[in-house]
């Protein structure tokens, strides 16, 4: 694919996309999971992107700068939104916007090291003729020009993050092995880093705000090949459901809303560093993550479509949905994938 079938202008970007993940949608609709899976793989081999051909990096208009007023974050952003941001001189607007999506960038490219090690693992066990083998190495691929990706940009931006925090980065060598041992609760990690940056990034090309160009590419890519991967994450999901003991049901139930709650907040709450760096108070960050009832509702919107595959799967009962509750992301499940965020409460 070339970086001229994908649509510039925001609206346009959001209908190619979300017609992007109807299309995976009706994929898998009707037919048997491993016909899905062959299905899955040849949409990676029509359509895929490459890090350093679908992106013009040194085109002039992608041109990272800090007087460049399309880095002020949009309302849309939970930081963005506040009084303590807005009340800061543009400048330093343009400077806190940039450290941000480069932090979340860096994050996110740390979540898809994990996850191609744990494809890795997952894929290693795996029989010949498998349609999951071949379907994980295309995700793993498409996943490796993920990490170019955000590396460049985090680069191109010249701020000092690190990603994480730093229980994410001691953990992250370890965290792989999950696959290969407990294969059924990494998928549920899978989404869990997943799904929140996909729900953010619709979010933002939602809003139709004036974006860099840059970074509207590079979450075109992510979001585009991103329906791919969560498709596949719920595929896999479903169809093992049935196989697990009442025992790792039970068990399982209650440590996926822990799983969610906890990579959720690795992505989306910046590390101690990051806070120090963008100078946000204490008391915002207190307020943001996730004590203001607006934050509360955003926190309980990402999850929608998980609490759906949860009640799918089985993984939702009396006990799993009380965890879910008090970890501040119950409500009511999505009645279909990506369904736009309501009042889930």
């Not at 719920?234 to 440590?255: D, F, I, K, M, T």
């Amino acid at each position: 694919m070339t970086a001229t079938q994908l649509p510039t202008d925001s609206a346009a970007v959001l209908a190619s996309l979300e017609e992007i993940e109807a299309q995976t949608a009706r994929m898998v609709a009707e037919k048997s999971y491993e016909d899905r899976l062959r299905t899955l793989s040849q949409a990676s081999v029509e359509r895929h992107f490459d890090a350093f051909v679908d992106i013009d990096w040194d085109a002039p208009e992608n041109a990272i700068r800090l007087d460049d007023t399309r880095w002020v974050l949009p309302e849309v952003d939970v930081l963005g939104r506040t009084e303590w941001y807005r009340s800061l001189p543009v400048e330093e607007q343009i400077r806190v916007g940039l450290y941000r999506q480069a932090n979340i960038t860096k994050v996110g490219l740390q979540f898809e090291q994990v996850l191609i090690a744990g494809l890795m693992n997952y894929a290693f066990r795996l029989p010949n003729g498998s349609p999951e083998f071949r379907y994980a190495t295309h995700e793993a691929t498409e996943e490796c020009h993920h990490t170019q990706m955000f590396q460049e940009f985090t680069n191109r931006s010249g701020m000092p993050v690190e990603g994480g925090h730093w229980l994410l980065r001691k953990l992250a060598p370890f965290l792989p092995l999950a696959a290969r041992w407990v294969p059924f609760g990494f998928f549920w990690g899978v989404l869990a880093g997943e799904e929140p940056i996909d729900h953010v990034q619709k979010s933002i090309l939602r809003a139709g705000n004036e974006m860099h160009p840059l970074l509207q590419r590079i979450m075109q890519i992510h979001v585009a090949e991103e329906a791919r991967h969560i498709g596949f994450a719920h595929q896999y999901l479903e169809h093992h459901a049935p196989r697990l003991s009442r025992v790792q049901r039970g068990v399982l139930s209650v440590a996926i809303p822990v799983i969610m709650r906890w990579l959720c907040d690795e992505i989306l709450v910046p590390s101690k560093k990051a806070q120090r760096d963008m100078g946000i108070p204490k008391s915002v960050v207190k307020e943001l993550y996730w004590d203001a009832p607006e934050s509360q509702k955003f926190l309980r919107d990402l999850f929608g479509d998980v609490r759906m595959l949860a009640e799918d799967t089985g993984m939702m009962n009396p006990v799993s949905r009380r965890v879910w509750n008090l970890l501040g992301i119950g409500g009511r499940p999505s009645r279909f994938r990506s369904e736009v965020a309501s009042a889930a409460a």
